[in-house]
């Protein structure tokens, strides 16, 4: 059995898959009695990308500006399959990995960064504003900006901005300007930090201010997770590894990774979902998992909420603990986030997807295991994904699964906060 398994980029998939009208029942509608929300976002967001949030098209063609600059970045991505971490488990799994690590910002982030500022761009905007939590996305903003060549202004999360100064600087590599959020740059980072000088900060409040931003000064903004738009163009992911696990022959059993918003996960696993929507039976068994400290999957309420702390944007119908929550400095920042995507929470109240949520400690502990025994140093991030397989190892009662990990991205920058949990004493 293949140990990698690559496609050739004259193979690489020339469509986005959109999830929407295969769902089990109608998503539903942002709500917005104001309207002044769907205004902004008519404002603020690329006419194409709005125009993608509401389709009803099923696959979609990647323009061939966003296709070269896919390859450029190192797509397509490979399949690992974990040998030793299989034997570990027991040796009833295989196991698969869908190596988003590999993209030239490690993470799977670039693969929708790279289409928001495309049809930004397209609109001729000035430059592009968006929010960050542990700063991939905010990298992946950073390099697409500079591959379309355009100015880019990152707000990433305060805690982030000073526990995580190497992904600060990655950003300052490509061009673009990242900024501590809360920030004086804007009226509500200004309310904030006038309360509360030392703010941690929130997605919630970097989103607010990546908005105004753009809004004040004739930006457009990019949005990293949650929006029906944004999960479609990170499928490009999802439909390489459909095409990678055909070229095998093998089939998923269980497709499992983390998430933050929602679009990681959904990348991955949508492709393979929406064709067994199709054939109305869902066989495989779906995962996904957060961090504990934020615990918004196995916690939180199905209802309308904003997706901003300063509640400028329509509201979503999401699982969600509350736009106001402030999440404690845990460092799988990108995990930090309030809600989960409209279409993956609709997934989970139907009970299509199951959730987990693991504590940090924990998490890190995985990390650190499958570092040793793969050789490949997870982000804090994909390290909640990990203890899910010793879930399923145990539920396999001596019968092979097969099981494909959405890998989003790797941990090199974040080996400091690795060390301050796990090397402390």
């Known amino acids: 059995m293949k140990i990698r398994i690559d496609l050739p980029q004259d193979e690489i998939p020339t469509q986005w898959y959109n999830i929407v009208p295969r769902l089990p029942e109608k998503l539903p509608p942002p709500k917005d009695d104001s309207g002044k929300g769907i ?26 500006e966003v296709l070269e600059r896919y390859l450029q970045v190192n797509r397509p991505t490979p399949i690992i399959r974990a040998k030793r971490l299989e034997e570990y488990l027991g040796g009833n799994l295989r196991i698969y990995l869908k190596m988003e690590a590999f993209t030239y910002t490690g993470s799977h982030k670039i693969n929708s960064a790279l289409a928001h ?10 430059f592009v504003s968006t929010e960050t939590g542990a700063g991939q996305w905010g990298s992946a903003v950073a390099l ?38 809360p920030s ?64 095998i022959g093998e089939d998923p059993d269980y497709i499992i990774g983390v998430v933050g918003g929602g679009s990681n996960y ?7 979902l929406g064709r067994e929507l199709a054939k109305g039976n869902v066989r495989r068994t779906y995962i996904a998992s957060g961090s504990l400290e934020v615990p918004k999957m196995t916690k939180g309420v199905y209802k309308y ?55 940090q400690d924990e998490a890190f502990k ?26 399923i190892a145990e539920r396999a009662n001596g019968e092979k699964r ?24």
């Open 402 to 425: 097969t099981v494909l990990v959405s890998f989003s991205g790797h941990g090199l920058l974040d080996l400091g906060n690795y060390g301050e949990v796990l090397f402390k004493d």
């Open 305 to 359: 909420d904003y997706p901003d702390t300063a509640k400028l944007l329509p509201e979503f119908m999401m699982y969600t603990i509350g736009s106001d929550f402030v999440p404690p400095p845990v460092y799988a920042g990108g995990l930090r986030y309030h809600a989960v995507a409209p279409t993956l929470s609709l997934l989970m109240k139907e009970g299509i997807v199951k959730s987990r949520d693991y504590n």
């Open 144 to 181: 697409a900006a500079a591959l379309f060549r355009v100015p880019g202004h990152v707000f990433m999360v305060r805690t982030s901005f000073f526990a995580k100064p190497y992904r600060k600087y990655m950003m300052q590599m490509y061009g673009a300007y990242p900024h501590p959020s």
């Open 39 to 64: 205004e902004l976002l008519k404002t603020v967001l690329p006419s194409k990308v709005l125009e993608y949030e509401f389709s009803n098209e099923e696959y979609v063609k990647i323009p061939e």
């Open 117 to 126: 500022v495309f049809f930004a761009k397209q609109d001729g905007a000035n």
């Open 266 to 272: 959904a990348a991955l696993a949508y492709p393979f």
């Open 366 to 391: 995985w990390a650190q295991l499958f570092s040793q025994l793969e050789g490949y140093i997870p982000a804090p991030e994909t390290s909640h994904a990990l203890p899910i397989l010793k879930e």
């Open 184 to 247: 004086d740059l804007t009226d509500y980072g200004r309310s904030i930090l006038k309360q509360d000088p030392n703010h941690p900060g929130s997605l919630g409040i970097a989103i607010s201010e990546a908005i105004t931003y753009a809004r004040d000064h004739g930006g457009k903004y990019v949005v990293g997770s949650v929006t029906n738009a944004d999960i479609m163009f990170k499928t490009i992911a999802g439909m390489e590894a459909v095409k990678q696990m055909e070229m």
